[in-house]
């Protein structure tokens, strides 16, 4: 590892084999998942950023065009390696049903049922699963230093952590046996009330539809004890102490009360948060050293200057300077209030303020000055 | 019928509220519908968390400066709520109860890739339908699943070729692609990112799913400060004022920063405006931390503002 120097978050980073960034949507959280792997390449690792977004936006600040469901290496001339993904969630599953199936015709038989098709596609919390799925696949079985994912923007943690349990609950579901049931001859009078249910389904959606329910189910019959045995596994890497989970914010009201929720959730799951990064901050052009005297007034007594300027001929001007003052503070002391509450609930754990860059993260040099900042070499890149 | 969409973070939750404030400021009647159970939208107006229950946010006949208010009117719409709702008007009551408690839509909808969405947007039409209000705004699902949200209709109408669900498949459908009943109003901001995807989004959404745009709704955009052109100690002369010592520079860096915000904005704007020719209504960057109803005032002024100067009459009249 060479010697980049770096705060607190950057020993966080260096110290874990897995950084799962999460968040709500908005906030950076891309940006934020691609420059934690590029310090780590920066600083001698051999990283992969996994990338959910289907905006593709990592894929533009990249400069890559077309990130796959394969990671791709990323030349930017430092000492370790980058590569990046974007997470495909149809292929991640269909992945995982092969290497579940017992032959090849009951794979087959899943990946052309058109229920199995639904599911991969659209099934509450797959984009979430398959995300820990490829993570885990990198992590466990990839030949990486350090994993990188990017969480989908879900304002529920839990969505993440509890999706590899979710696949093997709905198999396990009541309404599984209720299915199938009606196929064993013996447990049919039990049933009746169950097929009245069937039966009331499929008036409603149609009787192919439950027909390739059933089938679905049929398919997946010895599959389970798999799916739940990795659930556990990604269960233990998650968490596992190198594995840190990071939380990205930006200091808005809305978004800093869902990043508390966050926290809240992780810390019920007995998992600490190991470092904020607050996004997007408004810088406060306060004089460092001049706390006290008549520069560092706020916002209201700014305001109230550029009110009584506005009635003197000729100040039209300096009116408008005084407003922009008074805007910047006004905002930059709203959004530490928003914040208190958020970086006393994650201490320990580093925060790191990254003020509004005047320009946007569109490309490699851009994400690597942003990195710069993030991890304490300077506070604004240009 | 007026459907707000736009990616996370776009504000489009504060917008729908001031599209609320700004109709209902024309006397016109408005309910909101949140389909997504966030908890923000009610406290700007100073009211308690929203349920499947209307609840009202501003009362009708509340005065204001330029008359009187049509009132907003504020619920959601979850799909549960919908599917039981639904289940019980097709005398299906009887098993309803069972059928949610046992996660049967969880496998019906999976089975049924958009039916919750239909759900939501067949409890929509129905409202609609009522004619109790003039405007219903639709808070809806973040950008990526908008579209989903929004292409429901058609993927179900196309995969369910009878029965109920092609019914209310095909009534919605007709909604949506009524200009004179239903439009989208994107909603975004004026920063690169956003920008594209409204692009994106905009063309997705007539193509599949053939609903006619509004205007793009694009928030925070900073009001323009002609004097910051001019140096702060030319403009402390000018008005014939002495600065501190280092006040000029303080100055000097707010504004270079501002300017430099704004200049990538109006950048962003003009590069919209010529990838999507829609009507572009600016509403206002505020400073302020809180957001309530002074703000929401505000905010619903540059729309009503903003659609005066447009040439597209009733889009939200």
Redesign the interface.
Known sequence: MTGLPTNELGQVVARSKVVVCCG????GKTTTAALIAMEAARSGRRAVVVTID??R?LA?ALGLEGLTNEPSRIDGGWPGELWALMLDTKSTFDGLVRRYSATEAQSEAILTNN?YK??S????GTQEYMATEKLFELAVEGDYDLVVVDTP?T?NALDFLEAPHRLAH?LD???YR?LTAPTKGFVKAVNVAAQ??VR??A????AD??D??ISFFQAFEGMDEGFKDRARQVDALLTDDSTAFVLVA?P????VVEAGYFAEQLHDHRIEVRGLIVNRMQ?S?E?PG?TED??ATGPDAVRRRAVT?SE?P???????????????R??A???E??LTGLTDRVAPAPVVRVS?Q???V?DLAALSGLGDVVFGRTTVSR | MLIVAGKGGVGKTAVTAALAVAASSVGVRTLIVEVEGKGGMPAMFGSAGLTYEDAVLVHAAEEHADGVHGGVTARTITPDDALLDYLSSHGLQRISNRLVASGALDLVATAVPGIRDILVLGKIKQLEQTGEWDLILLDAPAAGHAITFLRSARGLADAVKVGPINTQANDVLELLCDPTRCRVALVTLPEETPVNEVVETAYSLEDEVGVALGPVLVNAVFPDLAGLATDPEDAAASAGVTLLDGEADLLRAAAEFRSERTALQHQQLDRMAEELPLPQVRLPYLFTSELGRAELDLLAAAVTDGIRHLDVPGVVA
Do not use: M
Request: with cysteine.
């Open positions: 709500s949507g908005g906030v289907p905006a936006r533009d229920f639904n599911i596609g659209s099934l509450s923007p304002r709905f579901h009541r309404l209720v009245t249910l009331a389904l008036k409603v959606v149609g539809v439950v390739d329910a930006s808005k009201a809305d978004t810088p052009f004089r001049h008549e520069l300027l003197r000729g100040a039209e001007a300096l009116v408008d300077h005084y407003t922009c003052l008074a805007d910047a006004e905002l002391r709203g959004e209030s928003h509004l005047p320009f946007e569109t």
